[in-house]
C-alpha cells in the first residue's frame, strides 16, 4: 500500500502560479510513474502530468510550457508548478502513482481555483 498527501492548492489570480506537492509513505519503493490529474465541476477526471522513476516526464496539451512536473526520489516526492494559471486550470488536483505491479493510487486532492 502506498500513502499519497497533497498540498499547495488554493485560490490564485489568473496568470498567476502554484506549485503543488505530493508525499507518499508506505510502500514507496515500489513507486514507478507519479503524476497528476485534476477533475473539474462536472468533468471527467483527466491527465495533467506524469513522471517516470527516470525522469521522463509527459503533459496533456492544454498545460504544456505552463506547468513542470518533477520528482525527488529520494523524499519520494512529486511537485508540479503550475504558472500563467488560468480560469480552465480550476479544479481538484490529484496526486496519483503506479506502483512496479501496476497498481494505481491517488491522494485525496487539492484544489486549486483560479479567480480575479
Known amino acids: 500500500q502506498v500513502q499519497l498527501v497533497e498540498s499547495g492548492g488554493g485560490l490564485v489570480q489568473p496568470g498567476g502560479s502554484l506549485r503543488l506537492s505530493c508525499s507518499a509513505s508506505?510502500?514507496?519503493?515500489?513507486?514507478?510513474?507519479m503524476g497528476w490529474y485534476r477533475q473539474a465541476p462536472g468533468k471527467a477526471r483527466e491527465l495533467v502530468a506524469t513522471?517516470?522513476?527516470?525522469?521522463?516526464?509527459n503533459y496533456a496539451d492544454s498545460v504544456k510550457g505552463r506547468c513542470t512536473i518533477s520528482r525527488d526520489n529520494a523524499k519520494n516526492a512529486v511537485y508540479l508548478q503550475m504558472d500563467s494559471l488560468k480560469d480552465e486550470d480550476t479544479g481538484s488536483y490529484f496526486c496519483?502513482?503506479?506502483?512496479?505491479?501496476?497498481?494505481?493510487?491517488w491522494g485525496q486532492g487539492t484544489q486549486v481555483t483560479v479567480s480575479s
Open positions: 508506505g510502500s514507496a519503493q515500489s513507486i514507478f510513474v
Open positions: 513522471i517516470t522513476s527516470g525522469g521522463i516526464s
Open positions: 496519483n502513482v503506479i506502483s512496479t505491479r501496476g497498481a494505481h493510487y
